[in-house]
């Protein structure tokens, strides 16, 4: 059963640059053609895709964070990263990792990781 | 502001049926897909439903989708206290080139 993990740290200081890794397990990113996408969830909100990127490296952002964000993969370690700059505190959420239920599909995510929360605080 | 519209809340009775709404667009609902997501408190979200009406393996039966030009609709059959939780829908939106939620629905069971 694939898994994924989200991992990085918990507390951002304001201005700085956010980084998170998911890391898929029993399964390779470079198997198949999935959107590997981050979805982030601010306390007591909703939820909100962040990017999504293929096993290629090609990319796709929300465009009301696409100036802040880069998403990128790394099939020899089987992870994807992301990177949030300039954060403020709107930017503390839980941030998912997540996989489509099929190929070349952006939405419909059916297997997440456990979410990591990160606060962004001085 | 969410690209999706869902009600804040629903709620009824252990035994009954709600359905929660998900209003969209034409660049949105009306030309893709829509999936449902369950998230109970302090976990991920769950995929409920995807393409509209298809339940992924492990989904009960007592949730089906449903969807008219550019809304959809989530119904709960069989109402039970494990059913609390927050709902959300999901779709692409051409025009945007992004994956949309709605604001979510709190669902209580009375």
């Known amino acids: 059963q694939l898994q994924l993990q989200e991992s990085g740290p918990g507390l951002v200081k304001p201005s700085e640059t956010l980084s998170l890794t998911c890391t898929v397990s029993?399964?390779?990113?470079?198997?198949?053609?999935?959107?590997w996408g981050w979805i982030r969830q601010p306390p007591g909100k909703g939820l909100e895709w962040i990017a999504s990127?293929?096993?290629?490296?090609?990319?796709y952002y929300n465009p009301s964070l696409k100036s802040r964000v880069t998403i990128s993969v790394d099939t020899s370690k089987n992870q994807f990263s992301l990177k949030l700059s300039s954060v403020t505190a709107a930017d503390t959420a839980v941030y998912y990792c997540?996989?489509?239920?099929?190929?070349?599909?952006?939405?419909?995510?059916?297997?997440w990781g456990q979410g990591t929360m990160v606060s962004v605080s001085s | 502001q969410s690209v999706l519209t869902q009600p804040p809340s629903v709620s009824a009775a252990p035994g009954q049926k709600v359905t929660i709404s998900c209003s969209g667009s034409?660049?949105?609902?009306?030309?893709?897909?829509v999936s449902w997501y369950q998230q109970l408190a302090g976990t991920a979200p769950k995929l409920l439903i995807y393409?509209?009406?298809k339940r992924p393996s492990g989904s009960p039966d007592r949730f089906s989708g449903s969807k008219s030009g550019t809304s959809g609709t989530l119904a709960i059959t069989g109402l039970q206290t494990g059913d609390e939780a927050d709902y959300y829908c999901?779709?692409?939106?051409?025009?945007?080139?992004?994956?949309?939620f709605g604001g979510g629905t709190k669902l209580t069971v009375l």
């Open positions: 997540a996989r489509p239920e099929r190929e070349f599909r952006h939405d419909a995510f059916d297997i």
């Open positions: 029993s399964g390779a990113i470079s198997n198949s053609s999935y959107f």
């Open positions: 990127v293929d096993y290629t490296g090609d990319t």
């Open positions: 034409s660049s949105n609902i009306g030309n893709n897909y």
């Open positions: 393409d509209n009406n």
């Open positions: 999901g779709t692409w939106d051409s025009s945007l080139s992004a994956v949309v």
